[in-house]
């Protein structure tokens, strides 16, 4: 008959197996950890090349899981803000991203509001705040992804799709 500590080693090592097994099905794949929320940045989010990602859990985070991807992340750099507004305006073109509006609410503070059209399934929807902090300023990229908008047939039969501008950057960007 087996003795009591060979059956509970058994049973222990068995339930260390399940518990791997559920953690990365949990986690996903451990080669790419797309699957992870990580404070991971997006390669279309340029960041000046001071500027260090706060890589606190409550800070700063990223998910992506085929083409959605959400994230929000925040940076700390010693740019003025001025030359960050331009630094936005000048590299966020070149990596897909389409500025729908722009507000400052304080001196020390602005928004932009931008649509990356890229993709012809989804619409990713990015918010840049900038806030200037003394001898630092912080840079904070809040990403989202939506679906683009369903095509119906109009009254004649036709179908026609509206553009991502139609009725969504203000539904969108409303807060």
Not at 83 to 94: H, I, N, S, T
Not at 126 to 133: I, N, S
Not at 137 to 162: F, N, Q
Request: glycine residues 6%.
């Amino acid at each position: 008959m087996p003795s009591l500590r060979l059956i509970f080693c058994l049973l222990w090592g068995l339930s260390l197996g399940a518990s791997c097994s559920i953690e990365r099905s949990f986690r996903g794949p451990e080669a790419d950890g797309s699957e992870m929320i990580t404070p991971r940045q997006f390669p279309d989010l340029p960041v000046p090349r001071d500027y260090k990602l706060l890589s606190s859990t409550k800070r700063s985070w990223s998910f992506q899981r085929g083409k959605f991807r959400t994230g929000n992340l925040v940076y700390r750099g010693s740019l003025a803000i001025e030359r960050l507004r331009k630094f936005l305006l000048d590299r966020l073109p070149v990596h897909g991203w389409d500025l729908q509006d722009e507000s400052r609410p304080t001196r020390e503070r602005f928004r932009q509001n931008w649509i990356s059209k890229k993709d012809q399934e989804v619409l990713y929807v990015l918010q840049v705040e900038v806030k200037d902090e003394g001898r630092s300023s912080l840079l904070r990229y809040d990403l989202r992804t939506s679906r683009r908008p369903t095509v119906e047939p109009s009254a004649g039969g036709a179908a026609s799709a509206p553009s991502a501008e139609e009725g969504f950057s203000e539904a969108v960007f409303r807060k």
